[in-house]
């Protein structure tokens, strides 16, 4: 299923909406109009301007959380780190870039330049809705002084929130950029991570005590530190192996014009899950499991691999490093990837040979 919507592409990253995005758009503007001034329109008599400047507001706050994150893209960016996309979601946006600076100041200024860009912004809301309010009487009391107060404010939480020592805010990565000064990458992911946790642990107590909200944010933060955790230990580990140390030569393939009752009878005798599609030499497409899971029983015998299978395959060199497939699969959401060295397809490599061979190194 297709969870998130392309609204537009700002730096040459694309721009999306997630669908919980749209679920709790009506849900903030809804919480703007009945809580009272300064941060809600509740005292507003007309109605429809009520819910107007709302609504408004709620747009222009996720704007702001977008310019959070274009703050961060803009500083990788320059480093020549790849932004894949900028996705807004429930709690906020996500920046799913390529990889993250190994360098320490680098990695530094890239995370700091998102909670600067939000307190930039509420600081510049602030001072002019306090001038604006010295000078004209009465502005105090409009919907626009309001919804200003509000965005300022917010804004100022936002940045002071993300500041926070604790992946996967951006302040995790600030502790992380420190200790890496100090010590080796992986070590320093680990200490990171485990003040993340710690911190995640006194929050969720927190958050038995006092707020319910709080428990569901220390989850979040204690999963986020454990994945970061993980993902950096793995991907350090493979950097010193190449995709052809790692990758499966024998490849097996199929033909377009073979049914999906035919294609899942050769899964189950190879005993893998996905597939190029070759006609000739000449390489048509990728199909998966994932993409003959759903056609019914019935329907196995009409279709072909041709209208299921995945044409814009995603693939890497032989002589890439192990941890760039890893990271390349883990941005995709995908199990495996081609091997294509010079327009040849000379093997393929699944998370599966990924986590034998971290086995072995571990062994
Ligand atoms: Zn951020």
Redesign the pocket.
């Known amino acids: 299923m297709k969870t998130s919507l392309k609204i537009g592409t700002i730096l040459g990253i694309p721009i999306k909406l997630h669908i919980t995005f749209l679920l709790i758009l009506p849900v903030f503007a809804y919480v703007f109009a009945i809580n009272p001034a300064p941060l809600g329109f509740a005292e507003i008599s007309s109605a429809t301007s009520k819910y107007a400047f709302s609504l408004l507001t709620t747009v222009l706050l996720f704007v702001c959380i977008l310019l959070?994150?274009l703050g961060?893209s803009y500083i990788a960016k320059s480093y020549g780190i790849e932004i894949k996309d900028i996705t807004l979601l429930l709690f906020g946006g996500v920046s799913s870039m390529g990889e993250i600076p190994r360098e320490p100041s680098q990695e530094f200024k890239m995370a700091f330049a998102?909670?600067l860009v939000s307190f930039l912004i509420g600081l510049v809301l602030i001072a002019s809705n306090l001038l604006v309010a010295s000078y004209v009487s009465g502005y105090s009391a409009t919907s626009t002084y309001i919804m200003f107060s509000i965005l300022g404010s917010i804004n100022i939480v936002l940045g002071i929130f993300?500041l926070l020592p604790a992946f996967p805010m951006?302040g995790g990565r600030l502790l992380r950029a420190w200790y890496a000064k100090r010590m080796n990458y992986v070590k320093a992911t680990h200490y990171a991570a485990y003040v993340g946790k710690m911190f995640a642990f006194f929050m969720g107590i927190l958050g038995l005590l006092a707020n319910p909200w709080l428990l569901l944010i220390a989850f979040f933060v204690y999963i986020g530190a454990s994945e970061e955790d993980k993902s950096t230990t793995v991907t350090v580990l493979l950097e010193k192996y190449s995709v052809k140390d790692t990758m499966s030569d024998k490849v097996a393939s199929v033909t377009e014009d073979m049914t999906i009752e035919d294609l899942s009878k050769f899964m189950f005798e190879n005993k893998h899950l996905g597939y190029p599609v070759m006609k000739g030499n000449s390489l048509k497409g990728i199909v998966t499991f994932t993409d003959i899971r759903n056609i019914l029983p019935h329907e196995r015998f009409g279709t072909l691999v041709s209208d299921v299978m995945t044409k814009d395959v995603i693939s890497v060199s032989s002589k890439d490093a192990a941890s760039e497939a890893f990271n390349i699969m883990a941005l995709n959401n995908i199990g495996r990837v081609l091997v294509i060295d010079d327009g040849k397809l000379v093997g393929i490599l699944s998370r599966t040979d990924l986590m034998r061979t971290l086995m072995l190194l571990n062994e």
């Open positions: 959070h994150e961060h998102g909670p993300n951006d």
